[in-house]
T-cell receptor, first 114, second 118 residues
Framework: NAGVTQTPKFQVLKTGQSMTLQCAQD?????MYWYRQDPGMGLRLIYY???????DKGEVPNGYNVSRLNKREFSLRLESAAPSQTSVYFC?????????????FGPGTRLTVT | AQTVTQSQPEMSVQEAETVTLSCTYD???????LFWYKQPPSRQMILVIR??????QNATENRFSVNFQKAAKSFSLKISDSQLGDAAMYFC???????????????FGKGTLLTVNP
């Protein structure tokens, strides 16, 4: 049971390049999330998927797109990377109607845009 | 919208001592959940403790306990017998229990960096 996995762990992009961050969970969770973490800012929600087939914007969605490919996988795409998107990205998931709604996090992807 | 405030950007504690990390939040809701997450240098976010707002009893997990003051909207984390492995960034988080989109997300504070001195 790997929990929440993310690929890649590190990535360097040039301004204007595109890339997709991958996330998968093997806990049969319904909801999945993408956050970004910047120094002094805590974690801010980019997009979330309450259940398979649905996605919604969070606090900071501009410049990103997401795809909930199936129940296990939730990807985050940067179409045209900008230096402001340099950050650490976390994927998380939770099982609806279990516990108190705590989310389980992946190990993060450190992205640098030059 | 809910907000979570952690007023201490950094704290330090001597090994084996006790330390308390502060968290306050702003909400108009009467029922909600609160969490503390730990983020060590590995970056992995680890759930430390959780509290249901309708429960008056403070949650406890081994050396970690909370002081939940609902009227004051305060949710502090106490770490007893601090260990070197407790050194990490600690985040306080809030979750609504209402239906709808807000139910699905966590609102995080900006974090408190805890240093444990040997």
């Amino acid at each position: 049971n790997a929990g929440v996995t993310q690929t890649p762990k590190f990535q360097v992009l040039k301004t204007g390049q595109s890339m997709t961050l991958q996330c998968a969970q093997d806990m049969n969770h319904n909801s999945m999330y993408w956050y970004r973490q910047d120094p002094g800012m805590g974690l801010r929600l980019i997009y979330y998927s309450a259940s398979e087939g649905t996605t919604d914007k969070g606090e900071v969605p501009n410049g990103y797109n997401v795809s909930r490919l199936n129940k296990r996988e939730f990807s985050l795409r940067l179409e045209s990377a900008a230096p402001s998107q340099t950050s650490v990205y976390f994927c998380a998931s939770r099982l609806v109607f279990q516990g108190l709604g705590e989310q389980y996090f992946g190990p993060g992807t450190r992205l640098t845009v030059t | 919208a809910q907000t979570v405030t952690q007023s201490q950007p950094e704290m330090s504690v001597q090994e084996a001592e006790t330390v308390t990390l502060s968290c306050t939040y702003d909400t108009s809701e009467s029922d909600y959940y609160l969490f503390w997450y730990k983020q060590p240098p590995s970056r992995q976010m680890i759930l430390v403790i959780r509290q249901e707002a309708y429960k008056q009893q403070n949650a406890t997990e081994n050396r970690f306990s909370v002081n939940f003051q609902k009227a004051a909207k305060s949710f502090s984390l106490k770490i007893s017998d601090s260990q070197l492995g407790d050194a990490a960034m600690y985040f306080c988080a809030y979750r609504s229990v209402n239906s709808g989109g807000s139910n699905y997300k966590l609102t995080f504070g900006k974090g408190t960096l805890l240093t444990v001195n040997p």
